[in-house]
């Protein structure tokens, strides 16, 4: 076989990347044992330069990302309040105080509802300069704790304002069986219905 | 920038956790002067055979500002062995139902001006029955 590019001449060399024959004097040996034509060896040796420069910039890169994982005080800071910051969520979500074990529902117990609104007249004249509310739904939620779906409860109980007496409390719908009760500031009284009584 | 915002959520955030933390412990406050008040009804209950007030006696009303010299404060205070505490914005409701279909039984009501527990209730209601039971509502 003839070189390529001297027609005269034996070739001794194929060439690594093109393959096309080569004389002694054509064949490039780049590496032990691997011959190239001219314009093979050429790009080769750019590649390989290419290569070596690509290789700096990526441990340039590695070297810049080690520094940046580095923590800083801000680091820590920041770390620092998010979990604080996680913490008194949770807290405020989920830390209040649980309420008595075994809570048995008000709609049940119409007498503890009306010893429960005396109280709650009582703590508003204290503590609102004497008086008492023209209606009970005024005492919710600062002096009588009733949930919004539980404020039709208050239908169990009469009240009206007394000029003389302050206020007047009973039972709106008491059991035949049962003495109604009366509450006023000046005390409790109790009232046998007709037709039953206890 | 970032350093202002966070010490800013921070700060946000501090306010409702106070007054959780504030609720919860004075929602533990009220449960723990409830129990001790069912169990010196309850005593008082077998010594005396009646609850404090008694049937014949009005409600006993005291609270967050009464004076230590009140009677019914002293009265709770003498008869039940508990002095409940005053000025830390507690009231406190006795009354006694002679005319209950379940027989004799005491209510007390502790209220407070804020939440105290985390279904929502600003007070703790319990009934003491004669026969030593005892009813959260």
């Known amino acids: ?47 390989a330069v290419g290569t070596r420069i690509r290789g700096k910039r990526e441990k340039a890169a590695d070297h810049k990302a080690k ?15 998010s979990v604080m910051i996680l913490v008194m969520w949770g807290v405020i979500l989920f830390g209040g105080q649980e309420a008595p074990a075994g809570t048995a529902d008000l709609a049940n117990q119409p007498r503890v509802l009306l010893f ?24 919710i939620p600062k002096y009588l704790s009733l949930r919004q779906e539980d404020i039709s409860l ?8 007394d000029p003389s007496l302050g206020y007047r409390l009973s039972l ?25 009584g206890s | 920038m970032v350093v202002i ?23 533990a406050q009220a449960t723990n002067v409830a ?27 005291i609270y967050s500002d009464t004076d230590p010299s009140d009677p019914g404060f002293r009265r709770i205070r003498d008869e039940l062995n508990v002095t409940v ?7 406190y409701h006795f009354s006694n139902d002679p005319g209950d279909p379940e027989g004799k039984c005491v209510t007390i009501v502790i209220a407070a001006p804020f939440k105290l527990f985390s279904n929502g209730r600003w007070d703790v209601i319990v009934k003491i029955f004669h026969d030593g039971r005892f009813m959260y509502y």
């Not at chain 1, 070189?3 to 002694?24: G, M, Q, T, V, W």
């Not at chain 1, 109280?119 to 739904?137: S, V």
């Open chain 2, 5 to 27: 915002a966070i010490i800013g959520i921070l700060a946000v955030t501090a306010v409702p956790f106070y007054q959780t933390y504030r609720q919860r412990a004075y929602g």
């Open chain 2, 85 to 91: 505490p005053l000025g830390n914005r507690f009231s």
């Open chain 1, 154 to 161: 208050l239908d169990n109980v009469n009240y009206s304002r």
């Open chain 1, 67 to 81: 520094e940046k994982k580095k923590r800083t005080p801000f680091h820590y800071f920041v770390a620092v309040s």
């Open chain 1, 1 to 47: 076989m003839q070189c390529k590019n001297h027609p005269d001449r034996r070739a001794e060399h194929f060439c690594s990347s093109c393959r096309i024959p080569l004389c002694a004097d054509c064949a490039e040996e780049t590496k032990q044992g691997e011959y190239y034509c001219f314009k093979c060896a050429m790009l080769v040796s750019v590649s």
């Open chain 1, 116 to 139: 429960m609104v005396d109280g709650a007249l009582k703590r508003f004249a204290h503590y609102e300069g004497n008086r008492y509310p023209a209606q009970l739904t005024e005492l």
């Open chain 1, 172 to 196: 709106a719908k008491p059991k035949p069986s049962d003495m109604n009760i009366i509450i006023s500031p000046k005390g409790v009284r109790y009232e046998t219905l007709p037709g039953g």
């Open chain 2, 35 to 61: 129990k001790q008040l069912v169990d010196a009804e309850i005593m008082r209950y077998l010594e005396k055979n009646t609850f404090v007030p008694n049937e014949t006696d009005g409600p006993i009303d």
